[in-house]
């Protein structure tokens, strides 16, 4: 009954096959991190046992390098000492002198180095954390209420924080459009890189949009801003962010887009007929006097708008096989009687059982906009 208590504690009841499963998942992406730091290019010249040697070492100092200087040291220390097998010196005068064997003192070095460690991941975890909540707090958790126009929208980080970005609501009107019905704005953007540093720019990009939506009056005008303040975050040239951002006019359901790199959203008719949303220019933060271009098309009752990231068409399973953009729209195109919600839901949880146990590489953002048929 204890040993029972104890597995179950420690193994949160998880079945041995799905443990195995996430301890496989966990090895193959920390293998992944530490190879990155291998020069594998001289290892084709080498014999096969100098290369198992030299790719042996150079992962053991890929991560013995990731640690303090002061635990680096603790743990060479502790290492020696786990392997030390102890020694009895005899002399000739019938003395002897005995070094005790130091594994069990080697073994407590490395549990409390493993100790140290875990406390800086949970510090660490509990800080992402509070950056999620922050986070999730940038983003609508539900979709603006707008006549005729049904909308949901997911997000899945593959880290803790993510670089993707949605947004969804209802604009003042320009001074000089005199309607009285509030444009619905849409964007779905992606900042090159993945975890903190992108999550980073992902605030000062959502800050950036709400606030410009408000002193531009029109897709592109917003998008070229846009573009200006991403060049002068982007130090270096090393980041950048696809976007893809259109405004809907709910009376005359023109919508009117400009696709910065992004992928191309799917468009489907009702007749079943999709159209890919192209027309734009460069990733935003790329080049600071980059020209776009915007395009309007007309909406119809039952047209259906599936916005994502590459997240999702790039999802791989444990054969290293794409999701694809074939199956994402074979599911557009399954049935046309079908709300944005369901839409949406069949699509993430097709993309779950396509990647199965296999671990998620990248954020996954999509946004479905239907409009309802009269």
């Known amino acids: ?27 193959r992406a920390s293998y992944r991190l530490y190879s990155a730091e291998v020069d594998w290019t001289l290892l084709p010249h080498e014999r096969r046992t100098r290369r198992v040697q030299r790719v042996a070492s150079a992962l053991f100092w890929a991560m013995v390098m990731k640690l303090s200087p002061a635990r680096r040291v ?12 102890g020694l009895d010196f005899r002399f000739g005068d019938g003395s002897h002198l005995q070094i005790p064997n130091l594994a069990f003192f080697g073994e407590v070095m490395l549990f409390i180095l493993l100790a140290l460690e875990l406390a800086d991941r949970v510090t660490m975890k509990r800080d992402l954390e509070i950056a999620k909540e922050i986070q999730t707090w940038l983003m609508p958790a539900v979709p603006p209420q707008l006549t005729g126009v049904e909308m949901a929208f997911a997000t899945r980080p593959a880290n803790t924080v993510a670089g993707d970005y949605y947004d969804a609501f209802l604009r003042s009107n320009p001074p000089d459009s005199g309607s009285a019905c509030a444009p619905l704005l849409m964007i779905v953007a992606d900042v090159a890189g993945k975890s903190v540093p992108a999550a980073l720019l992902m605030a000062t990009l959502q800050a950036s949009v709400r606030t410009l939506a408000a002193m531009c009056t029109t897709p592109l005008e917003l998008v070229e801003r846009l573009n200006s303040y991403c060049c002068e975050q982007n130090i270096g040239g090393k980041r950048f962010t696809t976007a893809f951002l259109a405004e809907l006019n709910p009376l005359t359901r023109q919508l009117t887009y400009v696709n ?41 009752p039952g047209d259906l708008l599936v916005i994502f990231t590459d997240g999702l068409i790039e999802a791989e399973n444990d054969k290293e096989e794409e999701f694809g953009e074939l199956r994402m729209l074979t599911i557009l195109n399954s049935r046309s009687d079908r709300k944005a919600s369901e839409v949406l839901s069949e699509l993430m949880s097709s993309a779950d059982q396509f990647v199965g146990t296999a671990p998620q590489h990248d954020d996954i953002t999509c946004l479905v906009m239907r409009l309802v048929p009269d």
């Not at 040993?3 to 443990?19: D, E, P, V, Y």
């Not at 603790?74 to 097998?85: G, K, Q, R, S, T």
């Open 1 to 27: 009954m204890v040993g029972r208590t104890f597995w179950r504690r420690i193994s949160n009841g998880i079945a041995i096959q799905q443990l195995w499963s996430q301890l496989d998942s966990e090895a």
């Open 260 to 300: 910065a790199g992004h992928n191309w959203p799917a468009l489907r008719r009702t007749s079943g007929a999709i159209e890919r949303l192209e027309t734009g220019g460069l990733p935003l933060g790329l080049m600071r006097n980059a020209r776009y271009e915007c395009a309007q098309v007309s909406l119809a």
């Open 74 to 85: 603790v743990l060479v220390i502790a290492l020696l000492m786990a392997c030390w097998p």
